[in-house]
């Protein structure tokens, strides 16, 4: 597929959207994390639970939403996913219950998913073609890194702007106020960006009757399902994916056991997006250029070692250069295993056609840590508080990295030295 056929501007509303409809459901919380316990009075299991919640419903949608990518164009569907998912943002900024805001996760998980994820992913292989999927996943991934990193920046910025006394002396009333601002905001920019898809995020029409199909048969779903890259590729995601989760820890640990105030906290969560884009980008380029299954080995090796720093407690609140060394350490291995995971489906012979199709029944297990890793980090967290319980969530990535690595490791010997067909 020439890459031609989809303008740079194609991938850049994907990269907008790509993040923008996570960013009310997990982007607040990973840079607000101890402020969004605070103003639900919610502990760390509660707020894991929630994220099971939209795990679950997650699940579902993504069997049932990737055949629907290869009936529908991506662009109609990402709007109305955004679209669906800001409206959950009024409900959000109302701070529901806790009934309710698991209710609200479970609806999030369909509206982010089930119209969303697979047609993302396949407009990205669409865009890259065959000689660009690192370029195509390294930018995508890199470019919401940014777009998160933004949105937490401006967040950071509302959130302070409403907070009248000194952020430490900041009563439950005034964070919730301010957070209720930053939630508005947000949802308001999550709409906009749908209509930006809508009007903008066309593509040739040949291509895209080409990249769609009248109906999904169970001989295509077998088809997909002898790939052996199929197999191999649910426990890669899943076991980056569990990294991925991990950094939402982050401005937790740097509360609780480097002892930093709210806005200083929400600053390290913000410092890990801007991380991301960088990464991204640098490791889409470079796998284009050499060979992407081998940096998807890479990145689990460099992510075990930064788990291992955090997990052995040498970091203390008294080295803060360690602290930011090793977060840096473990965001590369852990946002390089993310950019690469999808760039590697086209070494794996996995027809683009079923494209949709292969990423619902990969992401069936692959994404399976929405539903576990928010309540395991939760109860190892509130189980041993402080530092202790921390080491036992890395001692977790550890494990996860390992595991990943050795899959990583197959997928390169079965289709790394191949040539591309």
């Known amino acids: 597929m020439n ?12 990269i907008l959207a790509g993040e923008s409809v996570f960013i009310l459901p997990f982007v607040l919380s ?23 919640v939209y795990g679950i419903i997650a699940l579902l949608s993504y069997l049932f939403g990737g055949p629907l990518a290869d009936k529908y164009p991506p662009r109609k569907l990402i709007a109305v996913a955004l679209w669906m998912t800001a409206l959950g943002g009024l409900v959000y900024a109302t701070f529901p219950s806790y009934t309710v805001l698991k209710i609200l996760y479970g609806y999030w998980g369909f509206t982010t998913i089930f119209l969303f994820w697979a047609p993302m992913i396949k407009a990205a292989r669409l865009w890259g073609g065959s000689s660009s999927q690192g370029k195509a996943f390294g930018f995508l991934d890199g470019g919401r890194g940014l777009v ?9 910025f509302i959130f302070s702007l409403f907070i009248n006394t000194e952020v430490s002396e900041a009563t439950v009333t005034e964070s919730r106020m301010a957070f209720k601002y930053v939630i508005l905001v947000t949802s308001g920019i999550v709409v906009f960006v749908g209509l930006l898809v809508w009007f903008f995020m066309k593509m040739d029409r040949n291509v895209e009757k080409k990249i769609i199909l009248d109906k999904i048969t169970i001989s295509q779903i077998k088809e997909v399902l002898r790939l052996p890259s199929v197999w191999l ?8 994916y569990v990294g991925y989760k991990i950094t939402d820890v982050f401005s937790l640990y740097a509360r609780d056991v480097m002892l930093y105030d709210q806005v200083q906290s929400a600053q390290v969560g913000t410092f890990l997006l801007f ?10 380029v470079l796998a284009d250029r050499t060979e992407t299954t081998y940096w998807l080995v890479v990145s689990f090796v460099v992510t075990f070692f930064g788990a291992l720093l955090f997990a052995t407690g040498i970091i203390s609140d008294s080295s803060t250069a360690l602290f930011f060394i090793s977060i840096l350490v473990v965001a590369t291995g852990v946002y390089a295993a993310r950019a690469l995971y999808f760039a590697v489906m086209e070494r794996g012979q996995i027809p683009l056609l079923l494209t949709g199709t292969a990423v619902g029944l990969i992401s069936l297990i ?4 929405d539903i576990f890793a928010g309540p395991a980090m939760g109860v190892l967290l509130e189980n041993s508080p402080g530092a202790v319980g921390h080491q036992h969530v890395f001692w977790m990535l550890a494990l996860f990295s390992f595991i990943g690595g050795i899959a990583a490791w197959y997928y390169f010997q079965l289709y790394g030295k191949k040539k591309q067909h």
């Open 233 to 240: 590729l649910m426990i890669i995601i899943l076991c980056g």
């Open 148 to 156: 998160g990193a933004l949105f937490g920046a401006l967040g950071v």
């Open 275 to 284: 991380v991301r884009p960088v990464i991204g980008v640098l490791i889409g």
């Open 30 to 52: 990973r840079v607000f994390r101890p402020t969004v316990l605070e103003a639900f009075g919610l502990d760390n299991v509660q707020l894991g639970i929630c994220f099971s």
């Open 366 to 369: 692959g994404y399976t840590p």
């Open 3 to 14: 890459q031609k056929k989809a303008p740079w501007h194609f991938l850049l509303l994907l």
